[in-house]
T-cell receptor
Framework: TQLLEQSPQFLSIQEGENLTVYCNSSSVFSSLQWYRQEPGEGPVLLVTVVTGGEVKKLKRLTFQFGDARKDSSLHITAAQPGDTGLYLCAAKMNRDDKIIFGKGTRLHILP | DVKVTQSSRYLVKRTGEKVFLECVQDMDHENMFWYRQDPGLGLRLIYFSYDVKMKEKGDIPEGYSVSREKKERFSLILESASTNQTSMYLC??????????FGPGTRLTVT
């Protein structure tokens, strides 16, 4: 059972466009992280969200945690080729200390 | 900055060989993890450790073992490598059970 669903799986857009990717579940999380992974490298932590409704900004990236702490979104404004990569969400379940990962959204920004 | 290093970036081994993958972190983190990453399957947890000499099975421990003799070092062992263990192996460490810091990965090919 895939507890964290990420959508879309793949996204290819032109430089300068805006985009939103999603991370959804039917479970409640105590925290959720977003990572970016470039080809041949390990994932790099972008942000952690903890509070329902929380919004965090990292330059052109805006992260939102759902009010019920079951979902999250990542919005990129004016995408640049350097944003290309695999975006992973990960969450800590309330019931134990295990971390689960979504399968990721592979983003390609065309120059 | 947290630094997690892995012993090899690329490794080619023959079926039946014993394979050691080493991971070292320099931030005195208690928790360390080994994942494998395969296209379409995402990140899957093999083993994790919350303390020296302590280990817990993840979701796919079969065919693997681990060793944690020192806090900074977590080793993954493939007792008898098989072709279905060809994968990208990622080590991570964390001071808590979330916000994982990943190494650059080892791409293992078993022929």
């Amino acid at each position: 059972t895939q507890l964290l669903e990420q959508s879309p799986q793949f996204l290819s857009i032109q430089e300068g466009e805006n985009l939103t990717v999603y991370c959804n579940s039917s479970s409640v999380f105590s925290s959720l992280q977003w990572y970016r992974q470039e080809p041949g490298e390990g994932p790099v932590l972008l942000v952690t969200v903890v509070t329902g409704g929380e919004v965090k900004k990292l330059k052109r990236l805006t992260f939102q945690f759902g009010d019920a702490r079951k979902d999250s979104s990542l919005h990129i404004t004016a995408a640049q080729p350097g944003d290309t990569g695999l975006y992973l969400c990960a969450a800590k379940m309330n019931r134990d200390d295990k971390i689960i990962f979504g399968k990721g959204t592979r983003l390609h920004i065309l120059p | 900055d947290v630094k997690v290093t892995q012993s090899s970036r690329y490794l080619v081994k023959r079926t039946g060989e014993k394979v050691f993958l080493e991971c070292v972190q320099d931030m005195d983190h208690e928790n360390m993890f080994w994942y494998r990453q395969d296209p379409g399957l995402g990140l899957r947890l093999i083993y994790f450790s919350y303390d020296v000499k302590m280990k817990e099975k993840g979701d796919i421990p079969e065919g693997y073992s681990v060793s944690r003799e020192k806090k900074e070092r977590f080793s993954l062992i493939l007792e008898s490598a098989s072709t279905n263990q060809t994968s990208m192996y990622l080590c991570a460490s964390t001071p808590r059970t979330y916000e994982q810091y990943f190494g650059p990965g080892t791409r293992l090919t078993v022929t």
